[in-house]
T-cell receptor, first 111, second 112 residues
Framework: EDKVVQSPLSLVVHEGDTVTLNCSYE??????LLWYKQEKKAPTFLFMLTSSGIEKKSGRLSSILDKKELFSILNITATQTGDSAVYLCAVEENTGNQFYFGTGTSLTVIP | NAGVTQTPKFQVLKTGQSMTLQCAQDMNHNSMYWYRQDPGMGLRLIYY???????DKGEVPNGYNVSRLNKREFSLRLESAAPSQTSVYFC???????????FGEGSRLTVL
């Protein structure tokens, strides 16, 4: 059965810390891996990764994919209270019709 | 820029009642999805529609029906609501094969 596993489930850090969130997957027909940030309401898109070893970067956030070991990491440097959210990892299968989500990592950044 | 619009945002039902969640997108996307989100369970796919006129079951379709009314609209119907269907429901859409999902704001449903 296809699945996506995220770790840790939750994390509490102080402002300025650097965090690494993990996502491992077992999806038969992999097309892409996506990261989303969810605050109070709808998830918002962060990154889409399709190729191994190529880092995607947006400000203090970056992500990389390892298709051989079947995992991805999301790094956040110099965390701020506004980074507090649930971070979701999803894997898109090859047909483009199914996205499998992990349970998310809840990040709390303390001032 | 409306994006994906869901209604209603909140609903309380009694066991056995029926209701329909409405979803519309104005981005001309082919694919539309209904997810439910429960604590500790992540987002689970209920049904999806790859294009107008087609619908397919996802991971947790039991107790639900869907209609892809046209390219813009995709509704989710609970024929006989059960307490296990208490959840937050998200509609999403995407351009096929691009990977990015656009989500609605969510509908919080409580079944008593």
């Amino acid at each position: 059965e296809d699945k996506v596993v995220q770790s840790p489930l939750s994390l509490v850090v102080h402002e300025g810390d650097t965090v690494t969130l993990n996502c491992s997957y077992e999806v038969t027909n992999f097309r892409s891996l996506l990261w989303y940030k969810q605050e109070k309401k709808a998830p918002t898109f962060l990154f889409m990764l399709t190729s191994s070893g190529i880092e995607k970067k947006s400000g203090r956030l970056s992500s990389i994919l390892d298709k051989k070991e079947l995992f991805s990491i999301l790094n956040i440097t110099a965390t701020q209270t506004g980074d507090s959210a649930v971070y979701l990892c999803a894997v898109e299968e090859n047909t483009g019709n199914q996205f499998y989500f992990g349970t998310g990592t809840s990040l709390t950044v303390i001032p | 820029n409306a994006g994906v619009t869901q209604t209603p945002k909140f609903q309380v039902l009694k066991t056995g009642q029926s209701m329909t969640l409405q979803c519309a997108q104005d981005m001309n996307h082919n694919s539309m999805y209904w997810y439910r989100q429960d604590p500790g369970m992540g987002l689970r796919l209920i049904y999806y529609s790859a294009s107008e006129g087609t619908t397919d079951k996802g991971e947790v379709p039991n107790g639900y029906n869907v209609s892809r009314l046209n390219k813009r609209e995709f509704s989710l119907r609970l024929e006989s609501a059960a307490p296990s269907q208490t959840s937050v429901y998200f509609c999403a859409s995407s351009v096929r094969n691009t990977g990015e999902l656009f989500f609605g704001e969510g509908s919080r449903l409580t079944v008593l």
